[in-house]
């Protein structure tokens, strides 16, 4: 019988199992610690839990992690790209970001939800892969582990790396609680963002089960035609539909929402753009984060100029619009936002790994 990863366990899963098998409830607390705070690789390790509990837990569960394969550095800003395969073979990007470039400032994660994604967003690489499968809540998690095991003290957590997050709700919930769970990492959950390209019934439903991470929307347009275009989602979650969610959303949480708003040349980045970003958003509590495209490959998408970037900020913050520019980091080695893909990556490039 093929074992379940440990990972994927929340703490009441381990704690129910231990009660089934007749063990008491701190054997869980243990070896949860053993997990998530003393970083052990192997039920060997686990010293303080009877033999016999260590072979029954090594019947049940596996404790491996995905493998790190390939490690890429941004020599510009000190960014990491890990290339992480999966146990059945499949691969996802993560991006270790330093924050403010200061290591000791502490690292952002961006972690991948899922391998590929279906929305097939036109300006986005990861999109042109279309969905291979959801990752694990285990496998999301995993991501963060890693990282803090190559010694990165992570303060943040973005859910914008490969896939759709609130397109894998239940294992995306499943790692809120293992990261923010007393028993696991023990976060506040604002260390957390989650992004999502604007799933509606997705929203109303983090807005019920509230986690009280903070949400942010891919925007990218302020008309359905033009979104639709960059997005083709947006046909079906129309603007007048996504606000209403986020009205919704802010009711319960109460806390500004973030959009991203990624500036396309002649696409989205006109003045026009602008004044409709302003009035959209008017009355809601929220921050624009204005994303200057990333090249992909085969994309006729380019960025705007410095001076119509500006232009654009201009006109947000004098309609009242908090705004920052994000400066995307990684963009030398691929990892910033919308350039992960796994799929075109060669054989031989894998082999020649340098991990
Ligand atoms: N599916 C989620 C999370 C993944 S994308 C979402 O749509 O929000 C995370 C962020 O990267 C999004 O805001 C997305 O718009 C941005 N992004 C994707 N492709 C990009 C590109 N080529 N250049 C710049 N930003 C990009």
């Known amino acids: 019988m093929k074992r379940d990863s440990i990972w994927n366990q929340s703490f009441e899963d381990l704690a129910r199992w231990c009660r089934h098998e007749g063990l008491p409830a701190y054997r869980a607390r243990q070896v949860f610690n053993w997990l998530y705070?003393?970083?052990?690789?192997?039920?060997?390790?686990?010293?303080?839990?009877?033999?016999?509990?260590?072979?029954?837990?090594?019947?049940?569960?596996?404790?491996?992690?995905?493998h790190i394969i390939h490690r890429q550095t941004d020599p510009e800003d000190g960014t990491e790209k890990l290339l992480i395969q999966l146990t059945d073979g499949k691969q996802v990007e993560t991006v270790v970001i330093p924050r403010d470039?200061?290591?000791d400032e502490g690292f952002t994660v961006c972690v991948s939800t899922q391998v590929g994604c279906t929305f097939a967003c036109r300006f986005c690489a990861t999109g042109r892969m279309g969905l291979v499968r959801d990752l694990q809540a285990g496998e999301i998690v995993a991501q963060v582990l890693l990282a803090q095991r190559l010694g990165k003290a992570v303060k943040r957590v973005v859910l914008m790396g490969m896939g759709e997050p609130l397109h894998n709700y239940e294992n995306v919930s499943g790692a809120f609680n293992i990261?923010?769970?007393?028993?696991?990492?023990?976060w506040s959950p604002r260390r957390i963002t989650c992004s999502t390209v604007g799933l509606v019934p997705e929203i109303y439903r983090l807005a019920q089960d509230a986690p009280g991470v903070k949400l942010a929307v891919s925007l990218h347009g302020t008309t359905d035609q033009k979104r639709s275009e960059i997005a083709p989602i947006a046909q079906v979650y129309t603007l007048d539909r996504l606000f209403e969610a986020l009205r919704y959303y802010h009711e319960r949480d109460k806390r500004r929402i973030s959009f991203e708003y990624l500036l396309i040349r002649g696409v989205n980045d006109g003045i026009r753009d602008a004044n409709r970003l302003v009035?959209?958003?008017?009355?809601?509590?929220?921050?624009?984060?204005?994303?200057?495209?990333?090249?992909i490959p085969k994309s006729e998408y380019t960025r705007p100029s410095g001076q119509v970037v500006t232009r654009f900020v201009e006109i947000l913050e004098k309609g009242g619009v908090t705004v920052t520019v994000r400066a995307s980091k990684g963009r030398g080695i691929s990892g910033a936002c919308g350039q992960l893909a796994t799929e075109s990556r060669s054989r031989e490039s894998i082999t020649t790994m340098d991990v």
């Open 179 to 186: 990261l923010c769970g007393k028993e696991g990492l023990g």
């Open 37 to 66: 705070s003393r970083n052990a690789a192997q039920w060997q390790e686990m010293t303080d839990l009877p033999q016999s509990l260590r072979q029954r837990l090594d019947e049940c569960f596996s404790v491996d992690l995905p």
């Open 101 to 103: 470039g200061k290591e």
């Open 279 to 295: 009035e959209l958003l008017r009355g809601l509590v929220c921050h624009v984060n204005l994303i200057p495209n990333n090249r």
